[in-house]
């Protein structure tokens, strides 16, 4: 690892990866800083996404990670736990100091975040165990997997309904499980009677699993409802406590008037609020899905690729206009 590059990109998965990729060959000098903590790790497949249609998380980052270092990007193993601006060099005053859990210090003109969220789920037991295999939160991720089996829809959001309908497309034995009646209204009520959606009041005490597979769930009363999976909501939260000393933090992201967790604020191309500064990713769109982290990490990439440039002409031009400056009086 050397101690300056034209980008430090932290994260090294779909968003990260693929800024790595334009960067590199562009001929930029590349970091990349990967934790090797994906928010999709416990899925079995990453879905939707064109030409790689169900590889499994780990093995689409091993595929990135050789296809970067085929352009010279280097990607080290670590987390980032700091970073801060510093004074840049010649005409381009921006310029980044990152550092990492390993104590090193590492400089660069222009920074990458693509360091992901984290889910924070349901507080039910046995839930957690089963996130990401027996229980799902995207119909475009898991739906087809679960297709035409027993699935419970646990409501928690006032999104809830319109997420029980996605996967009623999918399967005609849905249950809706909701502890708190009011986040479903009449018009939600009738939509689950039309489409023959079961509705369950009462709370979910825990997720029951056999065998490693999900198998049910068992209400506060000690019923116990079988199913086969169990769609449920988190809360989406950007992992950005190492951006306090640029002065980013992360802003609520609101749908309805309901928080589902946190993003970055970014421009059309990912350029934050501080200039150099660019992110992708789930860290600035908490339901992007892989192609889409891809496809943002992509875009940032060209930016800052466009920005370099822009500095480099800058500080030729003040070379040539230097060098053209007439020689001064000589002193006496």
Same mark, same amino acid.
Request: glycine share 14%; with cysteine; proline share 4%.
């Given at each position: 690892?050397?101690?300056?590059?034209?980008?430090?990109?932290?994260?090294?998965?779909?968003?990260?990866?693929?800024?790595?990729?334009?960067?590199?060959?562009?001929?930029?000098?590349?970091?990349?800083?990967?934790?090797?903590?994906?928010?999709?790790?416990?899925?079995?497949?990453?879905?939707?996404?064109?030409?790689?249609?169900?590889?499994?998380?780990?093995?689409?980052?091993?595929?990135?990670?050789?296809? !970067?270092?085929?352009?010279?990007? +280097? %990607?080290?193993?670590?987390?980032?736990? *700091? $970073? @801060?601006? =510093?004074?840049?060099?010649? &005409?381009?005053?921006?310029?980044?100091?990152?550092?990492?859990?390993?104590?090193?210090?590492?400089?660069?003109?222009?920074?990458?975040?693509?360091?992901?969220?984290?889910?924070?789920?349901?507080?039910?037991?046995?839930?957690?165990?089963?996130?990401?295999?027996?229980?799902?939160?995207?119909?475009?991720?898991?739906?087809?997997?679960?297709?035409?089996?027993?699935?419970?829809?646990?409501?928690?959001?006032?999104?809830?309904?319109?997420?029980?309908?996605?996967?009623?497309?999918?399967?005609?034995?849905?249950?809706?499980?909701?502890?708190?009646?009011?986040?479903?209204?009449?018009?939600?009520?009738?939509?689950?009677?039309?489409?023959?959606?079961?509705?369950?009041?009462?709370?979910?005490?825990?997720?029951?699993?056999?065998?490693?597979?999900?198998?049910? !769930?068992?209400?506060?009363?000690? +019923? %116990?409802?079988?199913?086969?999976?169990? *769609? $449920? @909501?988190? =809360?989406?939260?950007?992992? &950005?406590?190492?951006?306090?000393?640029?002065?980013?933090?992360?802003?609520?992201?609101?749908?309805?008037?309901?928080?589902?967790?946190?993003?970055?604020?970014?421009?059309?191309?990912?350029?934050?609020?501080?200039?150099?500064?660019?992110?992708?990713?789930?860290?600035?769109?908490?339901?992007?899905?892989?192609?889409?982290?891809?496809?943002?990490?992509?875009?940032?990439?060209?930016?800052?690729?466009?920005?370099?440039?822009?500095?480099?002409?800058?500080?030729?031009?003040?070379?040539?206009?230097?060098?053209?400056?007439?020689?001064?009086?000589?002193?006496?």
């Amino acid at each position: 690892m050397r101690d300056h590059y034209d980008v430090i990109v932290i994260g090294g998965s779909a968003a990260g990866l693929s800024a790595a990729l334009v960067l590199g060959r562009s001929r930029r000098s590349v970091l990349v800083v990967d934790s090797g903590e994906p928010r999709n790790a416990p899925a079995a497949g990453a879905h939707n996404y064109l030409g790689r249609e169900g590889t499994a998380p780990a093995e689409l980052a091993r595929i990135g990670r050789d296809e !970067v270092a085929a352009y010279g990007v +280097e %990607v080290e193993a670590g987390r980032v736990v *700091a $970073a @801060s601006a =510093t004074s840049g060099t010649g &005409v381009d005053p921006v310029g980044f100091s990152v550092t990492t859990d390993s104590g090193a210090v590492v400089t660069c003109r222009r920074l990458v975040v693509a360091s992901g969220a984290v889910d924070v789920l349901p507080d039910v037991p046995g839930l957690a165990e089963q996130w990401g295999r027996g229980v799902v939160h995207c119909p475009f991720c898991h739906g087809w997997e679960v297709r035409d089996q027993r699935i419970g829809v646990l409501v928690t959001t006032p999104n809830g309904a319109h997420h029980a309908q996605m996967f009623r497309a999918l399967s005609d034995r849905v249950t809706v499980f909701a502890s708190d009646p009011a986040l479903l209204d009449d018009i939600a009520l009738a939509g689950f009677s039309a489409r023959g959606i079961g509705l369950v009041e009462g709370r979910v005490v825990r997720v029951l699993s056999t065998g490693g597979t999900l198998s049910g !769930v068992q209400l506060g009363s000690g +019923e %116990v409802v079988p199913l086969d999976a169990l *769609a $449920a @909501s988190s =809360t989406a939260e950007p992992r &950005v406590g190492f951006l306090e000393g640029l002065g980013l933090r992360a802003e609520d992201f609101v749908v309805d008037g309901f928080r589902f967790g946190g993003a970055l604020t970014v421009d059309a191309v990912g350029q934050t609020e501080v200039r150099g500064v660019y992110a992708a990713g789930n860290v600035t769109s908490p339901m992007a899905t892989v192609i889409a982290s891809a496809a943002a990490g992509t875009q940032a990439g060209a930016a800052v690729h466009g920005d370099l440039v822009q500095a480099d002409i800058a500080a030729a031009v003040d070379v040539v206009a230097t060098a053209a400056e007439p020689a001064g009086r000589p002193t006496r």
